[in-house]
């Protein structure tokens, strides 16, 4: 009882955090990029991919997370899931992601993508030709085989994002083995994931790694010391995998 109160309280807290940022992010600011280091590592871009409802201010811990590591090329941008499915949305990462490589020159980008943003950096991997431009992705709280919750929604994300829709079943067929590293994160205290187990990626075509977070539910993805140090981490050491299978809350 004491872990699920710590739990309830901590996302709500989470919660909290994200409505006051909320308004930074409603400008879908212009692409921008900043000095090269010189390190090709850090130098590599990191596109950030919003949740169903969110904008790019859910990135705010991570990008300056990202930042203070010396990554020097951190992109985010917008999008309407009441007006856009998941494919709609695909198409605009797309072009994001061909913007940011024009921008910098970079052949590979790596990408984040949080609740809705990892089925959509998905289907863009998967459907798109993502998986030339993807080195690393990135999903946290994702529901990569559907979420329940999405039966509340009537828009067409929503209806997206139920077990077995067309979109999910798509994604299920269409995966294969490619060079784009997968990690994905999922919190046993989701309570807009479920089943919990929907937020993993367990298919073995995909290598994916998944990381449970304990203690932590859907918008604590976003603000947990623990999972942002993680994920700079995994980009710092790309190609090479890091981190560990299972977290302590932060």
Same mark, same amino acid.
């Given at each position: 009882?004491q ?6 309280? @901590?996302?709500?807290?989470?919660l909290?955090?994200?409505?006051v940022?909320?308004p930074?992010?409603?400008?879908d600011?212009t692409?921008?990029s ?8 850090r ?5 950030l ?5 969110h904008n790019?201010?859910?990135?705010f ?5 990202l ?7 951190i ?6 899931p009441?007006?856009?499915?998941v ?8 072009? @994001? ?10 052949e590979?980008?790596?990408?984040v ?6 089925v959509?950096?998905r ?11 993807i080195?690393?992705?990135v999903?946290?709280?994702s529901p ?8 509340v ?13 067309a ?12 060079p784009?590293r997968?990690?994905?994160y ?7 994931v479920? =089943?919990?187990?929907n ?9 994916? @790694? ?8 859907h918008m604590g993805?976003?603000?947990? @010391?623990t999972?942002?140090a ?5 980009l710092?050491?790309a ?6 299978p299972?977290?302590? =809350?932060?």
């Open positions: 009882m872990s699920l109160l710590t739990a309830t309280w @901590r996302e709500g807290l989470s909290a955090r994200c409505v940022a909320y930074q992010g409603l400008l600011i692409l921008r900043g000095n090269p280091s010189g390190d090709l590592v130098d590599t871009p990191v596109v991919v919003h949740g169903f409802a790019s201010s859910a990135w811990m991570l990008s300056a997370a930042r203070t590591a010396g990554f020097t090329s992109h985010t941008f917008n999008y309407n009441f007006r856009h499915g494919a709609t949305v695909a198409e605009r990462l797309a072009q @994001r992601v061909a913007l940011v490589q024009a921008v910098t020159g970079a590979r980008v790596h990408a993508g949080h609740s809705m943003g990892g959509v950096l289907w863009y991997i998967q459907e798109l030709g993502g998986d030339e431009t080195g690393s992705a999903t946290l709280a990569h085989k559907g979420t329940m919750a999405a039966f929604g009537v828009f067409r994300a929503a209806a997206d994002l139920r077990p077995n829709s979109v999910i079943r798509r994604l299920d067929a269409g995966a294969r083995h490619t784009v997968w990690v994905a999922y919190g046993d205290h989701d309570a807009l479920q =089943p919990i187990s937020g993993r990626l367990d298919d073995d075509r995909l290598q994916a @790694r998944n990381v449970l977070v304990p203690g932590i539910g993805m976003l603000m947990s @010391r999972v942002v993680e994920i700079v981490e995994e710092a050491a190609p090479q995998k890091a981190g560990s299972e977290l302590t =809350p932060a």
